[in-house]
């Protein structure tokens, strides 16, 4: 089977690999960029294991092939974080409120509550639960995972307050 070039923005990076038209992007990101931090889950886009941000939305990487990210932009768990590796409000969060324990779907959630909190920047406690529906976690019961993000959201609130 021939490959595809393709190219793409990579948290923030330029990024090119070639790969069959049947190639999942997860698969791409994971085993060519070694991207490990999505995980591959269930395969059929149930559990949000592999959450990743493209061209500004939350979508499954399980679910898009390769080819269909030529030209995206594309931001992984490893993107959210600052360059000098200074956490984002979201990963402290999680950290402090426990938001997480096996941290499987960790990366997803943090992931899509990134989104979510760029959707919308104060959320109330039932619009996070519904953010973050598609992310399935198996340990936590949702209830810190859901403190945490509220938490993010009045930090990142308070420092964008500040720097006005």
Known sequence: MSKMHIKMTVNGKAAEAHAEPRTLLIH????????????????????????????????????????????????????????????????EAFREHHGLQC????PGMI??????????????????RHGISGNLCRCTGYQNIVKAISAAASELAAAKEAAQ
Do not use: W, Y
């Open 103 to 106: 941290g499987f779907c960790t």
């Open 28 to 91: 791409l990101l994971r085993e060519e960029f070694n991207l490990t931090g999505p995980h591959i889950g269930c395969d059929t886009g149930h559990c949000g294991a592999c959450t990743i941000d493209m061209n500004g939305m939350s979508v499954k990487a399980c679910t898009i092939f390769a080819a269909q990210a030529n030209g995206a932009e594309v931001t992984t768990i490893e993107g959210i974080a600052a360059p000098d590796g200074t956490l984002h409000a979201l990963q």
């Open 111 to 128: 992931t899509r509550a990134h989104r979510l909190l760029q959707e919308n920047p104060s959320p109330s406690e039932d619009e996070i």
